[in-house]
């Protein structure tokens, strides 16, 4: 039990291998230059930096980068960009003497580990935000800590359907794709504090935001809502992960 798991260790050796993970990284980095591009401001940068109102390229740079981290955690999520050779989380469970909660574990720390080596790739051009930003770091820190929160959701969701719609695969697809919209959507209309975006315009531009009884902090009241939904999505994907290894162990065939 104290070797290290090996979930883990292939997620540490897909790290900035060649394959469709590292394009939809580039990909996505690219996006977020774009973004900082675009949202660059046109005066001189003495005028900015005097200004009472700062600009909103750091607010564009972090919501790109939140959305990103996302799409790139669902889809990971959901086994669209397993390099070659990498097992799938049914295979592990299935084809691998590793009990469930081993399984989940080693998954869990290479997701963490993935979401952090895209967030140090896409420093570089959050830090040229963060120059005209006008804000402290610690909303930044904030802002930063809510996206890996919602990546990781996110990551569990597209395994969760993968799993449960084994065998239809095109649902599985476009119901992850529904749930990223509806997440963004849904959150954003109907409780703020949930919602990454708001939550960064928020912190980042000092935007009104609905604040929950007792006045919590926005910033927490966002983790711990994801936490809960974090715990409830791991807890389900435990549950598919158990079911596996059970059939495993009574050497039935692969679903």
């Known amino acids: 039990m104290s ?14 291998a060649a394959g469709p993970a590292q394009a939809a990284g580039l990909n996505y980095l ?4 774009l973004v900082l591009f675009v ?7 003495v005028h900015i ?5 700062p600009p909103a390229t750091l607010l ?18 959901a086994e669209e960009l397993l390099l070659p050779g990498q097992q799938s989380l049914r295979d592990w469970a299935f084809g691998t003497p590793l009990g469930a909660p081993r399984v989940l574990s080693g998954y869990l720390q290479g997701q963490l580990l993935q979401s952090l080596y895209s967030m140090l790739l896409a420093a570089p051009l959050l830090a040229i935000a963060f120059a005209v930003g006008g804000v402290g770091w610690q909303a930044l820190t904030w802002c930063l800590a809510a996206a890996l929160a919602q990546a990781l959701c ?19 697809f476009f119901a992850g794709r529904a749930g990223l919209v509806l997440g963004y959507g849904a959150s954003a209309a109907l409780f703020p504090a949930a919602s990454h975006l708001m939550l960064s315009a928020h ?40 079911a596996l290894v059970r059939a495993r162990d009574r050497g039935d065939a692969p679903a």
């Open 49 to 53: 930096l005097a200004a009472e109102a």
């Open 60 to 77: 564009a740079m972090v919501v790109a980068h939140g959305l990103a981290l996302a799409y790139y955690n669902l889809r990971a999520g």
């Open 154 to 172: 996110y990551r569990l969701l597209g395994a969760i359907l993968t799993l449960a719609l084994s065998g239809h695969a095109t649902v599985a």
């Open 3 to 16: 070797r290290v798991n090996p979930l883990l260790v292939e997620a540490w050796r897909g790290l900035g």
């Open 30 to 33: 690219v996006i977020q230059a």
């Open 39 to 45: 949202w660059w401001p046109k005066d001189e940068l």
């Open 203 to 242: 912190l980042l531009k000092d935007t009104e935001l609905f604040m929950p009884p007792g006045d919590w902090p926005p910033a927490l009241v966002f983790l711990l809502v994801h936490a809960l939904l974090a715990a409830g999505l791991a807890a389900t994907l435990l549950r598919i992960l158990s």
